[in-house]
């Protein structure tokens, strides 16, 4: 019998591959050049990009490991872009005060998400869906239905400005997977939220506080994503409630996945995400510097999902492996 | 009574919801209370009461579809080019139809024999059909058909072909040896399984059937605009999903029913109509109304679970 390979090692060869496809027909892909203190290149492009989804991803990793989705991250992502920019151009209030105010209102919509799960016992789907159609709603109330630019340096420099010669989204992505990570392996949380997901009943009954994990999980989801929002709002200068993030809970979630977390709960790996996220913008990036015609990047994309969920499924491999055996 | 089994409850409070908002939005509009209110009401949101029939057979097997709002737009685009390169509306009408089929079959085998999560697959298949719209015509296509043109003026022909889907989906669902293989399936794969129902076959069919009724809905919209737009449909696979909860489906799977999608679709319509009735108020109270409406039915049927679950 042979043993089956963990899915995240199936994700990082996906993610070596494509890297090897740009090796050999993407040249200057890996050449990285420094400016004024800065790096640029391909790869710094990818790490740059991937923050946002990578923050969100982070989140939904130890929701989906509940056993629950959230599908409400694009909403929240446009709301605390609203909140920022609206606080950015409306008011007074000192940069510090505007990205708490930001991440607080995350904070809230996540607990909010979390309370309906754990307290209310509501399916996760159902429960985050009333946020998700809802969610971009408020966003618009808030900016009155228009797209509100801003110029503040201060908010621009979030996603714009550079620390130690990496892009902040990649320093603020980096800090989030190390706070996430110490989270979850450093403490017994990372442990619950497992066993949550595994047997919820036979962890209520080992004595592990399930709806407060439940409720922290979808808590962390809610400042991740805005976190993200921040990021996003930041990049463009402008809070657009209807586009902004829109569909980025899909990316989050696919992330996660491809990164070899299963939907059904349970074992949970953030370098899997990492992995997962890297592959999804890869991908993007390699079919822009390609020149593929712009209109069949979610062709390319369906066609990645598609095939990484196929390497993961176990009947699939099966037959694969049996024909193999067989010639 | 059978209509007033404990299981349909939720469906006749969504009708008690239903009934409530027109009256109060009749009292309040002088002209609301019409048939041509009605009919328009219909009309207007056709295209989503197809998408809704079918993405609740698969809610009730157990399963979700997030590929029916991408499949509006890739049909509007596929049918606009057949045309405009000389095929007629009715062939192109068929192989709209047939497409949609064939990639909900495709998506409903993957979800059936490699066991793949369903949220996963249809939305592979959400990325896809938005794909190939976009492959095939970036801009919005103009449809001149003469066939679309008559179809797209009739104030008869939406309301009617959802209507006629309604009842064929309800006689299949209810009356027929497949929809009660569907409820069992989404009740309890595996007991569905031991009882020797064809769970494989059921899983499969769902999503062709979501696939079929989604490209009517396609079609449907492409009589309502006389157009093509790759971007058309842009999140109605939410609204779908949404419409099937406030009809009291559950998304675990295994209960619900059609009418009461059909009832979701028309609160749907209903606010969206009040909205603009009212005509100070933005849109996007729409979606707020909608979520909280959301919220409502949610806790009305964690009630009717709570009952239930004391009086076993």
Redesign the interface.
Known sequence: MRRALHPTVWAFLAWLLLLGVNLAFTPGFFSIEVRDGRFYGSLIDVLNHSSPVLLAALGMTLVIATKG?DLSVGSVVAISGAVAALMVTKGQAPLPTILAVSVGVGLALGLWNGL?VSV????P???T??????????A??LT??QIITFQDPGLASVAGGSLLGLPNPVVVAACGLGVVAALARWTAFGTMVESVGDNERAAHLAGVPTRWVKLGAYAVCGVGSAIAGLIVCSYTKAAD?NNAGLYLE?DA??AV?AGGTA??GGRFTLVGTVVGALILQTLTTTILTKGV?V?????????A??VV??LQ????RRTVLSRRSAA | MKAFRRSNLPVWATLVVFVLAVTAASLRYEHFFSFDVFLNLLRDNAFLGLAAIGVTFVILSGG?D?SVGAMIGFVGVFCATLMNAGVPGSAAILLALAVGTLVGLGMGS?VA?????P???T??????L???A??IS?EALRIDDPLFQALGHSKWVAPGLLIAVLLLGVYLANFRPFGRAVYAVGGNEQSALLMGLPVRRTKVLVYGLSGFCSSLGGVVFAFYTLSGNANSGMTLE?DA??AA?IGGT???GGVGHLFGTLLGVLILGTIQTVISFEGTL???????A???L??AF??LQ?LFQAGRSETP
Not at chain 1, 129 to 138: H, N, P
Not at chain 2, 282 to 288: A, G, K, Q, V
């Open positions: 989705v309906l209310f016992g509501i399916q789907m159902v429960a869906l009333v946020l998700m159609v809802s969610g971009r709603g408020i618009q109330l009155d239905g409630a899909l979630i696919l996945v939907m059904t015609p209109q069949w990047t979610l062709v390319v994309k369906a066609v999902v598609l969920c196929l499924s176990d009947p699939f | 979700i997030l993957l024999f490699y066991d793949l999560p949220f996963l697959v939305l592979a298949g959400m990325f896809l938005r794909g190939m976009l492959v970036m939410l999903i949404a909860v559950l998304l675990t933005s849109s996007w109270w729409t979606r707020i909608v979520g909280l959301l919220l949610i806790g964690k």
